[in-house]
């Protein structure tokens, strides 16, 4: 199983990034000719968080790729031996699977309304329907499961810390958007969120 983890683990990643981001971002930008990537480089806590997602996600890899090809390295992530069980692993492998379905799911209900950050320059539509009923943010929950399934699947001091400053940084972004979509939406947005979950 470890063999096959090593190989599949990056992979996995890789088609990760590609069906939950690169694909949605370039069918978003034929569908509306607009990029779908919001964050920049001015300094605002919008933008920050942004540069935030983007270092988790290389110190994702990073993790992956000291497990998969540097092993002897892999001690100095200093692993939770204890939590190396059969169970643990393949709830982990279960997790990441769900969370990418959930994601993609996700990504195809809102369909032209999906951004990478705050879009304030084309107002999009409020999307309520499909796992957006029943909960505000689908594609952040599938983000914070998929981070916690892979500390499952290789628990250590690194991939466990990931797990916990994405759902922190998740958080603070949700926040920011929730600000946003009030000022968007009024009260149509008032009566979503009272009726539905900010997570699950």
């Not at 922190?168 to 969120?193: A, M, N, S, W």
């Amino acid at each position: 199983m470890q063999t096959f983890l090593k190989i599949y683990l990056p992979v996995y990643l890789i088609l990760y990034m590609a069906v939950a981001f690169v694909l949605p971002t370039y069918r978003t930008w034929k569908q509306t000719g607009v990029n779908p990537v919001t964050f920049g480089k001015t300094d605002t806590a919008h933008n920050y968080i942004g540069f935030l997602m983007k270092l988790l996600i290389v110190l994702l890899f990073v993790a992956l790729l000291i497990f998969s090809f540097n092993f002897p390295a892999y001690e100095y992530l200093l692993p939770f031996w204890y939590l190396q069980h059969q169970i643990i692993l393949y709830s982990g492998l279960a997790l990441i699977h769900i969370a990418l379905l959930w994601v993609v799911i996700a990504q195809f209900q809102m369909s032209k309304s999906w951004r990478i950050g705050i879009d304030e320059e084309n107002k999009t539509e409020l999307v309520t329907v499909g796992l957006f009923s029943i909960s505000r943010n689908p594609i952040f929950l599938g983000m914070i499961l998929s981070v916690t399934g892979i500390f499952l699947i290789i628990p250590n001091v690194l991939t466990f810390f990931l797990c916990l400053f994405t759902y922190f940084v998740i958080q603070i972004q949700i926040r920011l958007e929730e600000e946003f979509l009030i000022k968007q939406h009024g009260d149509e947005y008032l009566h979503y969120k009272q009726k539905t979950r900010r997570l699950l």
